[in-house]
């Protein structure tokens, strides 16, 4: 396979963008991509594009990204899978380039989900993302959905709801200076632990708001890198990872099974081990996700995860920092544009260049869940050599 990098990156701010429609959101976030790029880009140098998007109660065609760019001879692909779907057509894009059928690659990907009324916004998020024969029925809504694994997982670690609130007020402190940020302020953690309760163990600090906004990546072959960029950033491992949509059908509700299986891929693509990561941007649609996620990822044992927030190891300055744009938590999720924003914000990291960047980091891992928890993919990337 050839080597794939990424030469440029960009995205809108995450927000409630009202005024906006996604035609307009998409040439924002490729417009501040195609400045990114070192070396220029001319649009004729785009072989295909990977458009991600999970559509809001709308959806969206693939030629809605022709329209809005206008490059109506570019071919687009759109992918669709759960709020994995952002590092999936990353992934998808680097299968492209990688076989040789591709040079050079856009992967853009938006949502719009401030248009639609939050309870019909649920309604069809939880109809799509759930088993609709049990789960919907039943009325798992994603906070509650989510909640049964982590107050198991609460109930066999000695992770308490502190180690949660303590994610919350990370991620918060991380995201306060990220001006692409929906949420930029801080909370102590009395605020988190005291929050109005969403869904038990849930308050309100725990749980990502959704949001508008786009994002976009343009990758390269190895061959061509040179065109465009003296400092790529290259993609050495990517991984899809699946699991059982219905919950009666787990059988341990305090792992992921997607995330562990899309991790091995990636890692072993990559030919990295989880101690060679030196800055991640993890899932923490609900903190409790992130928390459990460090184990699955291989961040730390069984368990053992509420050690790295209780030591600060993951706080931008420890040995380990996740999530520094502020996670889905501040940044904001919309779903197709989430995993690549992800990209956007390794990418500023691995060349020095993010607001709270990290010392020294070389190696920077993107991981998203969904479906609720039937699907996961992740990314590793590598600075400039």
């Not at 991620?171 to 632990?193: C, S, V, W, Y």
């Not at 065109?227 to 949509?245: A, C, E, F, K, Q």
Request: hydrophobic letters at 45%.
């Amino acid at each position: 396979m050839r080597e794939v990098a990424v030469v440029g990156a960009g995205m809108t701010p995450f927000a409630e963008h009202f005024a906006l429609g996604v035609k307009d959101l998409l040439p924002l976030a490729f417009a501040e991509c195609a400045a990114s790029v070192d070396k220029g880009l001319r649009t004729a140098d785009l072989d295909a594009a990977w458009f991600g998007a999970t559509g809001g109660t709308d959806g969206f065609a693939a030629g809605i990204l022709s329209d809005a760019l206008g490059l109506p001879e570019l071919p687009v692909t759109k992918i669709e899978n759960s709020c994995a779907t952002g590092n999936d057509a990353v992934r998808n894009a680097v299968f492209g380039i990688a076989s040789g059928l591709v040079d050079v690659a856009l992967v853009i990907g938006a949502d719009k989900l401030r248009e639609t009324a939050q309870r019909d916004l649920l309604r069809e998020w939880e109809a799509t993302g759930a088993d609709r024969a049990w789960d919907y029925p039943l009325g798992p809504f994603t906070p509650a959905g989510f909640a049964l694994h982590v107050n198991r997982y609460l109930h066999e670690s000695p992770a308490t709801r502190e180690h949660l609130a303590m994610v919350a007020v990370k991620n918060h402190r991380h995201g306060a200076r990220n001006p692409k940020a929906r949420l930029r302020f801080q909370i102590t953690m009395e605020q988190a632990m005291t929050a109005p309760l969403v869904a038990d163990p849930f308050g309100v600090y725990d749980c990502v708001p959704q949001s508008d906004g786009a994002a976009a990546l343009v990758l390269a072959a190895a061959e061509v890198v040179d065109r465009y960029t003296d400092r790529p950033v290259w993609i050495r491992g990517v991984g899809l990872g699946l699991d059982s949509v219905m919950h009666q059908h787990k059988r341990d509700m305090t792992t992921f099974p997607a995330t562990v299986r899309a991790a091995r891929r990636a890692f072993a693509m990559a030919g990295l081990e989880p101690a060679d990561v030196d800055v991640a941007e993890v899932h923490d649609f609900f903190t409790g996700i992130e928390l459990m996620s460090y184990e699955d990822l291989g961040f730390a044992d069984r368990f053992e995860g509420y050690k790295l927030v209780e030591s600060g190891a993951t706080t931008v300055g420890g040995a380990l920092p996740v999530n520094p744009s502020g996670g889905l938590k501040c940044k904001g999720h919309p779903p197709g544009a989430t995993g690549i924003a992800q990209c956007v914000e390794l990418f500023e990291q691995l060349r020095g260049d993010a607001v709270n960047q990290v010392d020294g980091a070389r190696i920077g891992l993107a991981h998203n869940i969904g479906g609720p928890t039937a699907v996961a993919a992740v990314t590793l990337l590598e600075g400039p050599r």
